[in-house]
């Protein structure tokens, strides 16, 4: 069903894994979308082609969300080429997996720029440019409830991004804008797989409840069905899409 016709999609890390996998969700249920992405063109463009072969609209748009500058220009892009930016996905993310005494400042800076300040940079633009009746949603992650080893710098960047949602839920909902969180358990994606074993992958899948870590698809669809009317009434919230892995 294309519940999302009309509506305008900007998607932050569109360009691989969970990301692209939103934002052909959002473009298979009707909305035109931005597919931004900071380095990998060619994977962007990839996305794009296949929305587009399946009859759906889609932009690429390169830009660091770390940098407010940047993100103003995203939504000169999306505003200039759709008329309006309707929702919101803060995807982008890095993750450096270290004990926190093996943690250099350059990484955990890098991690908090990529992971936080460029939720910051968006949710603040978004504050004046997101249409009213609009709807964002953050991906966070399953860790900051497990509390791994070795995940500390990204655990407490999306700690960090959890606590900007509930807070600017209550600042802008006024609006009828909805500010929520969707927290993927173990994803087959390019991120979480590098340099884990088979071993490890297959120990984490017997930890859900179907026995098996999530696919893309799986958490696409969740932010298709906050991104929709019927999640109207659902606002601050943190839908652990995780297959019952915590």
Same mark, same amino acid.
Do not use: W, Y
């Given at each position: 069903?294309?519940?999302?016709?009309?509506?305008t999609a900007i998607i932050t890390g569109a360009s691989r894994g969970i990301g692209a996998s939103i934002a052909k969700a959002l473009a298979a249920a009707g909305a035109s979308v931005v597919v931004n992405y900071a380095q990998n063109k060619t994977s962007a463009q990839q996305v794009i082609s296949t929305i587009q072969s399946?009859?759906?609209?889609?932009?690429?748009?390169?830009?660091?969300?770390?940098?407010?500058?940047?993100?103003?220009?995203?939504?000169?892009?999306?505003?200039?080429?759709?008329?309006?930016?309707?929702?919101? @996905?803060? $995807?982008?993310?890095?993750?450096?997996? !270290?004990? #926190? +005494? =093996?943690?250099?400042?350059?990484?955990?800076?890098? *991690?908090?720029?990529?992971?936080?300040?460029? @939720?910051? $940079?968006?949710?603040?633009?978004?504050? !004046?440019? #997101? +249409? =009213?009746?609009?709807?964002?949603?953050?991906?966070? *992650?399953?860790?900051?409830r497990l509390l791994l080893p070795n995940y500390g710098a990204y655990a407490a960047s999306k700690g960090a991004v959890e606590q900007l949602t509930r807070v600017f839920a209550k600042e802008i909902g006024i609006r009828g804008i909805t500010v929520n969180v969707v927290s993927p358990g173990p994803t087959h994606t390019e991120l979480f797989t590098r340099d884990k074993s088979e071993e490890t992958i297959q120990r984490m899948a017997a930890m859900s409840a179907f026995g098996r870590i999530?696919?893309?698809?799986?958490?696409?669809?969740?932010?298709?069905?906050?991104a929709s009317d019927e999640a109207a009434w659902i606002t601050g919230q943190n839908i652990g899409a995780n297959g019952g892995f915590a």
């Open positions: 069903m294309q519940t999302l016709t009309g509506k399946e009859g759906g609209e889609a932009i690429a748009c390169q830009a660091d969300v770390s940098q407010a500058g940047e993100v103003k220009a995203l939504f000169d892009t999306a505003i200039q080429h759709f008329g309006a930016v309707h929702i919101l @996905v803060n $995807n982008a993310a890095i993750m450096i997996n !270290q004990a #926190l +005494a =093996d943690t250099c400042d350059e990484d955990f800076d890098r *991690t908090l720029a990529v992971n936080v300040r460029s @939720v910051f $940079n968006t949710l603040r633009e978004s504050a !004046q440019r #997101l +249409a =009213d009746n609009g709807r964002i949603i953050n991906l966070s *992650t399953t860790v900051t999530a696919k893309p698809e799986d958490i696409a669809r969740v932010v298709v069905f906050l």
